[in-house]
């Protein structure tokens, strides 16, 4: 895999990781 594929992969891991605590918050 390239590095910019795991850079876009971690970025979108992070997103997903920030939503749920949105959702736990509320």
């Known amino acids: ?4 594929q795991m850079m876009k992969i ?3 891991g992070r997103k997903r990781k920030n939503e ?3 959702e736990k918050l509320i």
């Open 1 to 4: 895999m390239n590095c910019l």
């Open 10 to 12: 971690m970025k979108h």
């Open 20 to 22: 749920q605590k949105k």
